[in-house]
């Protein structure tokens, strides 16, 4: 099989639809190494990548079009055609505006967000979204949803065929797959300034994502003596919450880590006593099954995605219930049997997620919609 990926995010995005891109061409390169892969970005989202590994670049078409979105909706068609492509993944909730013939299109659909928290979206935005989605919906010969969740979504909110979608999980990079010394992580430790019991919240600092409620949840009296470390590169409310942390009293427990290189982020895991993830909606929740893969416990929103993430090695709260969070912060802190038990059986269940399990159901899926005439 010869299969090309839209590579815009996979060298242009640093969050998490970068990371799919860069997981899934990683484990299909390492799985499976019998066939053809493709990638096509134009020169604007390449050039000055800090995602230019070797095993990539060689398999590489970089377009030099002197109008970059126009070629990558339309005029990347003469490219795929050229390079003798079958099978077309676009692994971020869109695909080109037409295939060439004979190739056929697969498309990831991560989530509907946008639709379902419209305010959080500019109309114009809400817009462009709905039509991507439908349209590549329609020309995909399979659509990969990263969870049930997602797929339940499409189902109900676009009226997308049932029998078209296929669920495909998320797995953790491969820098998760490393041992992490101690020595490593005290290094880290120094470093950043970490201190030995923190929370710790990872991902954008966008309203959906709540950080609030950790903020006050460890503002109780019995989780005064808990750090919280944010890894975060960025959001729409990042300024909006180092002000609300200036402003409380917990400021001096509160540490802001930006622009962590991808070979550190498990050694914080390593290093934190639980993960929080409070977010109102994902597509699927990859922090989580990151944390768990780290031995650490989780407490997670109780919507949407997040408990088909954690199973079992979490505990799950309602995403505005303050007190509910600083119980369950409390509890996987101080509470060994709690921990224990939730990592024990976090890491029975992330087995599902190894990158060796998905990687394989997604080479299925190619090899099935090659067969379809």
């Not at 590549?136 to 997602?150: H, M, P």
Request: proline share 5%; with cysteine.
């Amino acid at each position: 099989m010869i299969i090309g990926f839209d590579a815009k995010r996979i060298y242009d995005n640093t969050t998490g639809l970068g990371n799919y891109g860069r997981s899934l061409m990683h484990n299909l390169i390492r799985w499976f190494p019998q066939y053809d892969y493709r990638l096509f970005v134009h020169d604007k989202y390449y050039t000055g990548s800090p995602f230019k590994y070797q095993t990539f670049v060689d398999k590489t078409f970089v377009s030099k079009h002197y109008l970059p979105d126009v070629w990558r909706s339309t005029d990347i068609n003469q490219d795929i055609l050229k390079s003798g492509v079958e099978i077309f993944h676009g692994l971020s909730n869109e695909l080109p505006l037409s295939m060439p013939e004979h190739v056929k299109p697969i498309v990831t659909m991560h989530d509907i967000i946008f639709h379902k928290f419209p305010d959080y979206f500019p109309l114009l935005d809400r817009q462009v979204y709905k039509y991507k989605v439908k349209k590549a919906c329609e020309q995909a010969r399979a659509i990969v949803a990263v969870s049930a969740n997602t797929r339940n979504d499409l189902i109900e909110d676009f009226k997308v065929p049932e029998e078209k979608i296929f669920v495909v999980n998320p797995s953790w990079g491969r820098e998760f797959e490393y041992e992490y010394t101690n020595w490593f992580t005290e290094l880290l430790r120094h470093k950043y300034k970490i201190p030995f019991h923190f929370v710790l919240f990872v991902g954008a600092t966008s309203q959906r994502k709540n950080l609030k409620v950790v903020i006050d949840a460890l503002e109780f009296p019995e989780n005064s003596e808990f750090a919280l470390v944010v890894v975060s590169d960025g959001g729409d409310s990042l300024n909006e919450m180092e002000s609300y942390v200036y402003n409380r009293e917990i400021r001096h427990r509160v540490y802001f880590l930006k622009g962590i290189p991808w070979y550190e982020l498990p050694g914080i895991y390593h290093m934190a006593k639980c993960l929080v993830y409070p977010s109102f909606y994902e597509g699927f929740g990859l922090p989580i099954i990151e944390g768990l893969k780290m031995g650490i416990p989780v407490v997670a929103s109780d919507n949407s995605s997040l408990r088909e993430a954690g199973g079992p090695g979490a505990l799950y709260v309602d995403a505005k219930d303050v007190e509910g969070w600083a119980d369950a912060i409390n509890k996987t802190m101080l509470d060994q049997s709690v921990s224990g038990q939730l990592v024990r059986e976090g890491q029975q269940y992330i087995q599902r997620f190894a990158p060796e399990v998905v990687t394989a159901a997604m080479v299925d899926l190619y090899s099935w919609v090659q067969e379809q005439s």
